[in-house]
Structure formats: structure tokens, C-alpha cells
């Protein structure tokens, strides 16, 4: 396989070279080999192309570090193939693309799947957190857990060799496209603009699945208009590789019903369908594992008008760096008495100097920690070691930080700082059960 080019992405195509293009994006953590099962059945109507992640899969590891960048080399590979339209079906990271494609691309995408999808991943300090622990201790901790993550218990102990794919698979990932994949699930949120997403979509979850499970499933499901909700039982979060013949059948009832034809720019005519827009097959479709049911549409909500202020900025930047649990438990604290200096904190620290473009965000923790040790600020300095871990120090180099101020601000002040930094980084960097 000949080297990928930076903007693309690795892929491979199976199927038919006349058939339509049905494009199938993983999960975080895995590779194109998660779909194997699929592919068999979805060749006899589709050409399938299939792709991995940046550093997933012996890619070439140009990390990404948002799911619009994901997207935009995505759609860089379809443009250099030739590929306009396309079904499109994803799994949890791999669904937040298909999202993305729905909103932003919509002229490309004729029929979508979200499986184990969310418009919001978890929490933003959850995946930052797991950046923290990959960035100090490599992938392993988070390849050991990861069968408990994607498959049911019972799964996972009948099938010892598919959980020890699972466990390599993570650890021969490229850690730093992998923390960049976390970054891009940290900040995805596209709650307010589901109501947008125009294709027919199908939004398919493991009834078991404790990652992104059925009450995001039917979130997603109620956003969307024209959306429907398949829940396959006794599946956890990779749901493709558990329950395999349900996910295949489901696939291809979907794409096989639901492909929109394609509307010529030129003459306002249609065109001719992208797909087949009935079943190939003589069979009658499969019954579906679950009921799909048909879900009211959301009204989605207005978008902020005006001038971006200051404050908006800074409490982006602010919860980027410090985390959303932290910077909500001080915004609730502050009431009347503090509420006009938290908001003044937030306004000029972070939204005026943190967002200042002179020094990146390492930087401003190293000079930030320094400061604090100098000023004998211990309780400052403990989340401030959590932002600078965030921020993309290792213990290492915080360490050296530390050292560095105990020469210019004293023994004592860096004793006492070593002792709260320490006790931050074994929390941070210690992987939950």
C-alpha cells in the first residue's frame, strides 16, 4: 500500500466497480477490520469502502484533532476516487463523522447510520482525562480495558480471541492520533443542530452498551426528522463485531429502502437514484431485531446572534483548560457575593490573556504553575496540575517545572508544591475501573 498523503485518509474498497458507493467508519481504537462481518452481504448491492483513523490500523499517523478535520480528509479521499454520493454508516467516532457529513455536506450523503452515536460524547473532561492517562502511560491501560468497554461480559469470556483483537488492536494504535481523537470527541457537541440533519437516518445501539447507550441513541433519534431507532439486544458498544447477522440485516434494510435519488443542480430534475431503491434480494427484508419506531421531530434550537464577547471566549477557554466539572462547581459557589468576580475572571484572565495567541497553552501552564508555587497558592496549584496535564505536559515535564521554581522561589514553596502535584498526577493518571 503506497503512502497516504497527509490530508486523506487509509481505506480499502470491496465490491463491485458499477455498484453505489456505501461507506463504513470506525470506532475509535479499531480498524476497518471491525466491519468484516458486514461486508459479505453489503457487496452484493454496494461497493464498500472502508477507512481508518489516522495512526489506527498502520496509518499514517497525522493526527486530527477535531471531527471536522476527520471529515474534510474523508471527503478529500472520495474527491481524489472520484466518489460524489454516497450511504454512509459509522460506529461511535466513526458516527460523529456521519453527523458531521449530514450537516455540513449534505449535497454528498444519501443515506446514513449512526451506530453507538451521540451528539455529545460523555463529558469533555472524561476524554481529555484518557488524553492524560495515554499522553503518561501509553495505550496499554486503555487496551486492558477496552474488551469491558465494547463487548458484554459474556461476549468477551465465550470469545477470548476477538478480546484479544480487541487489546491489540488499541495498543498498536499511534498514541498521539489517538489523543487527537479524543481532543476531537471532546469537543464535539451538535445538540442544537440536529433538527438540521436532512437524510434519512437510522440510529442503531447495543441495549447494553454503557458507552454511549440507548438514551443517546433516542436523543439523537428525537433531533433528527426523519429518523428511526433500532436497539439490538444482548450487545454492548461495538455492536457491529457482537451481534453481526443483526447489524448486517439492518444495514442493508436501511440502505436499501431509505437511498434518496439525486436532485440535478443544472435542469432541477431527478436524476438517476444513487441506489437501488428497492431490496435486491428476492427474500422479503429480515425483521429487524428490534421494533424501529418512527420518533416526532425537535425543534432545533436558535443559534446566538451578535458580537462574540470576551466572557464567551473565556469560558470556552476556560473549561477547555480547567474541565466543565471544576468551572461548574465555581460558577455555582460564586452566588450574588462572588458573581461579579467570577465573571471578571473569566472575561479578562481567560478570555483575554489565556486566549492571547503569543504563548500556546503549555507555555502558559508552565508560567502558571511557577507562579503559584512563588505565591504559595497550594489549592490553585492543585487544578492548575490538572489544566497543565490537560494542557499537554507530561509529569516529566511538570516536574522539571517545579524544580526549575524551587531554585528561584525557595525549598519550602516547592516542597510543598511537589507534594500537591504529586497527589494530582497519580489521580489523573490513574485509569478508573
Not at 69 to 94: P, S
Not at 134 to 139: A, D, Q, W, Y
Not at 250 to 270: E, K, M, N, Y
Not at 363 to 371: D, E, I, K, N, P
Request: charge should be negative; glycine fraction near 8%; aromatic fraction near 6%.
Amino acid at each position: 500500500m503506497s503512502e497516504t498523503p497527509s490530508n486523506t485518509l487509509q481505506y480499502r474498497f470491496d465490491g463491485p466497480e458499477d455498484a453505489p458507493v456505501l461507506i463504513l467508519g470506525p470506532s475509535l481504537g479499531t480498524t476497518w477490520h471491525m466491519w468484516d462481518r458486514q461486508v459479505p452481504e453489503l457487496v452484493k448491492q454496494w461497493r464498500v469502502l472502508r477507512f481508518d483513523l489516522p495512526g489506527h490500523g498502520g496509518a499514517p499517523a497525522h493526527p486530527a484533532g477535531s471531527v471536522a478535520e476527520l471529515t474534510a480528509r474523508l471527503l478529500a479521499t472520495l474527491d481524489a476516487l472520484g466518489v460524489q454520493r454516497f450511504g454512509y454508516a459509522g460506529c461511535a467516532l466513526g458516527g460523529a463523522v456521519g453527523v458531521e457529513l449530514a450537516l455540513r455536506h449534505p449535497e454528498r450523503l444519501a443515506s446514513l447510520v449512526l451506530i453507538a452515536a451521540s451528539p455529545r460524547f460523555g463529558t469533555a473532561d472524561e476524554f481529555r482525562q484518557r488524553g492524560v492517562i495515554v499522553r503518561t502511560n501509553g495505550l496499554d491501560p486503555i487496551a486492558r480495558t477496552s474488551p469491558d468497554r465494547w463487548f458484554t461480559h459474556g461476549f468477551a469470556a465465550a470469545q477470548p480471541a476477538i478480546t484479544d483483537w480487541a487489546v491489540q488492536m488499541v495498543r498498536t494504535t499511534d498514541p498521539g492520533c489517538y489523543i487527537a481523537a479524543c481532543e476531537a470527541l471532546a469537543a464535539f457537541d451538535v445538540r442544537p443542530e440536529l433538527g438540521r440533519v436532512g437524510v434519512p437516518t437510522l440510529v442503531l445501539v447495543g441495549s447494553e452498551d454503557q458507552v454511549t447507550g440507548p438514551a443517546e441513541a433516542r436523543t439523537l433519534v428525537a433531533g433528527i426528522p426523519d429518523a428511526r431507532l433500532a436497539v439490538v439486544p444482548g450487545a454492548s458498544h461495538l455492536v457491529p463485531v457482537e451481534q453481526p447477522a443483526a447489524v448486517t440485516d439492518l444495514l442493508v434494510t436501511h440502505f436499501s429502502t431509505a437511498w434518496q435519488p439525486v436532485i440535478d443542480p443544472g435542469t432541477g430534475q431527478i436524476a438517476i437514484p444513487a441506489a437501488p431503491v428497492k431490496p435486491v434480494l428476492a427474500a422479503p427484508p429480515p425483521q429487524p431485531t428490534a421494533p424501529i419506531a418512527e420518533i416526532a421531530p425537535a425543534v432545533a434550537e436558535p443559534q446566538p446572534a451578535g458580537r462574540p464577547d470576551p466572557y464567551d471566549a473565556g469560558l470556552k477557554v476556560r473549561r477547555e483548560v480547567l474541565g466543565d466539572a471544576h468551572v461548574d462547581q465555581e460558577l455555582a459557589q460564586a452566588g450574588d457575593f462572588s458573581g461579579d468576580f467570577q465573571e471578571l475572571l473569566t472575561r479578562y484572565a481567560w478570555g483575554e490573556v489565556w486566549n492571547r495567541p503569543g504563548l500556546d497553552r503549555r507555555s502558559r501552564s508552565c508560567v502558571t504553575l511557577t507562579a503559584l508555587v512563588a505565591g504559595g497558592h497550594l489549592e490553585e496549584l492543585a487544578f492548575h496540575t490538572r489544566a497543565a496535564l490537560r494542557n499537554g505536559l507530561t509529569p516529566d515535564e511538570i516536574k522539571e517545572v517545579l524544580l526549575q521554581a524551587a531554585v528561584y522561589c525557595g525549598i519550602p514553596a516547592a516542597s510543598s508544591a511537589f507534594k500537591v502535584a504529586q497527589q494530582v498526577i497519580r489521580e489523573e493518571t490513574t485509569l478508573a475501573e
